[in-house]
């Protein structure tokens, strides 16, 4: 909206940016976690189960797929945010300065 002031609080930035390396982990912990339910389904069931064990390893790997690729998105976003929170700073500090100067030489 026109006229609206944008505040940016940098510490939320990194917040943010913490949640989603830790979701990216934890999506990655989770999509690991049935791994080779498909061979265990071979081993126990044996070939009365062959069509069911084949489902499990697609359902497996499109799992996979969609586990990496959301670890992969949260941890980019994380890394946006870092770097976000880090261009802020850089130019708060950088405007910081250039007001001190010219305050101490009456530009003002």
């Not at 930035?13 to 982990?25: C, D, N, S, V």
């Not at 934890?26 to 049935?34: D, E, G, L, Q």
């Amino acid at each position: 909206m026109p006229g609206d002031e944008l505040r940016v609080v940098t510490a939320h930035l990194a917040e943010l940016a913490g949640t989603q390396g830790r979701a990216a982990t934890a999506i990655r912990t989770a999509t690991a976690v049935a791994e080779g339910a498909d061979e265990v389904v071979r081993q126990t069931h044996g070939a009365v189960a062959s069509a069911s064990a084949s489902a499990l390893t697609a359902v497996l790997a499109a799992r996979r797929t969609a586990g990496t690729r959301m670890a992969d998105i949260s941890a980019d976003l994380s890394a946006k945010l870092s770097a976000a929170a880090k261009r802020y700073e850089q130019a708060d500090e950088a405007m910081t300065g250039v007001l001190r100067g010219q305050m101490q030489t009456g530009q003002i």
